[in-house]
């Protein structure tokens, strides 16, 4: 089945031209420390001009293979090649990679003109050259009425910000975001992450992001790479990360998302139809199954997918489970609602609160309906 999922950032898939060339390259990396196997055999191809995120729990080893790129670490095995040029041997000092760390590293007894500058100084670039970049780097963060500041003087935000244009200032063909915005509140983590991504855009680089953060990732990426235990599981848009994980693993470590037990009952070209274990109610979805009939299979559905009624749907044999309601969370625009399975499983849906009063609202220990359409989940095997 064909089609377009969730909102497209912009006109820009490299990734999908089978002639596109990509401009970071690993082959075969593997890093090992010790016994250790941080990074497990890994082939990764990032184009130019991507904003490309490094997502996975802590020791996954997503900042090992930033930290390769940028020199810091060597490969035990592999290649990784930037622009077509093999980075063995290379020292971090001399290839066209930038790092800004969470830590923002400045440096206190500088101000905002000396710190950006700090890196084109160390390059010996002419006065005048360093001065232009140093204003065109100012204006790209908005910090001009600062320049003179030294960062105890500024925000968490505006030091974010200076890190950023310092990382920036030496033009490199990547740039390299270890965990940017994690010392930020959330409200300025949200308004820094469309910043990051116009500048982005604006100056036509390579972004490469480490980050734990799923929302982060979603936001900021034109592609994700799920990670765990030195292996990627997923490369994808984050629609399709979203929509159509490939494994219970990713599924279950983007958003929320409910997991099902089930059997195949039947196949047919654009439909497969499931037992539900432990509830005896069946479950249709619009698409082909990756099993065979028989088969233990796992049924995805995510909790904003499901509808939630106190009144009985007109037809119940497919797509629809009675429970009750067990706990509730409300966050203001949405409430998510907790519903115990007869079989004891506790599901997840979500609704959104379009109005500040409603007649009868769904409550504890309430006797709810979920239903959801044939489209609204997916049939995953591991």
């Not at 002639?19 to 990764?44: E, M, Q, S």
């Not at 904003?51 to 670490?73: D, H, I, N, V, Y």
């Not at 830590?103 to 206190?108: G, K, N, Q, R, T």
């Not at 500024?154 to 310092?166: D, E, H, I, K, P």
Request: hydrophobic share 40%; net charge neutral; aromatic share 8%.
């Amino acid at each position: 089945m064909s089609k377009t999922l969730g909102p497209v950032k912009r006109s820009f898939a490299p990734w999908n031209d089978p002639g596109a060339k990509p401009y970071i390259h690993y082959r075969g990396i593997t890093k090992r420390f010790g016994d250790f196997v941080a990074v497990d055999n890994l082939d990764l191809k990032i184009y130019e001009r991507e904003f490309f995120a490094l997502l996975g729990p802590s020791g996954c080893g997503k900042t090992t293979l930033m930290r390769m790129l940028a020199g810091f670490e060597d490969p035990t095995e592999g290649q990784i090649t930037l622009d077509g040029q093999d980075l063995a041997g290379i020292p971090p000092y001399r290839r066209s990679t930038n790092m800004m760390f969470q830590s923002y590293a400045l440096f206190p007894h500088m101000d905002v003109t000396q710190n950006i500058a700090f890196g084109l100084k160390q390059d010996k670039l002419p006065k005048g050259e360093i001065e232009a970049r140093v204003q065109e780097m100012l204006k790209l963060v908005k910090l001009e009425p600062f320049a003179k500041r030294k960062p105890h003087q500024m925000s968490g935000g505006q030091r974010q910000r200076v890190a950023l244009a310092r990382s920036l200032a030496k033009r490199p063909k990547v740039l390299l975001l270890d965990e940017p915005l994690g010392a930020l509140d959330k409200k300025l983590r949200e308004e820094t992450q469309f910043e990051l991504t116009d500048i982005q855009y604006e100056l036509g680089l390579t972004f490469v992001i480490v980050t734990h953060d799923q929302e982060e990732a979603m936001t900021l990426a034109d592609r994700i790479a799920v990670m765990d235990k030195g292996r990627i599981k997923q490369v994808a848009t984050p629609a399709e990360i979203y929509e159509e994980p490939n494994t219970r693993y990713v599924a279950d470590f983007i958003g929320n998302i409910n997991i099902l037990n089930a059997g195949v009952e039947r196949t047919e070209p654009g439909l497969t139809r499931l037992a539900a274990q432990g509830l005896g109610t069946a479950i249709e979805v619009e698409r082909d199954c990756p099993a065979a009939v028989g088969d233990s299979v796992f049924f995805a559905i995510r909790p904003e997918k499901m509808r939630l009624s106190l009144d009985a749907p007109p037809v119940t044999d497919v797509n629809a489970l009675q429970g009750e309601i067990w706990d509730i969370g409300y966050l203001g625009d949405v409430s998510i609602y907790h519903v115990k399975l007869d079989n004891g499983a506790v599901v997840k849906a979500t609704m959104t609160n379009v109005s500040r009063v409603v007649e009868r609202p769904i409550t504890w220990h309430d006797k709810v309906w979920l239903t959801w359409s044939r489209d609204a989940g997916l049939v995953l095997t591991s």
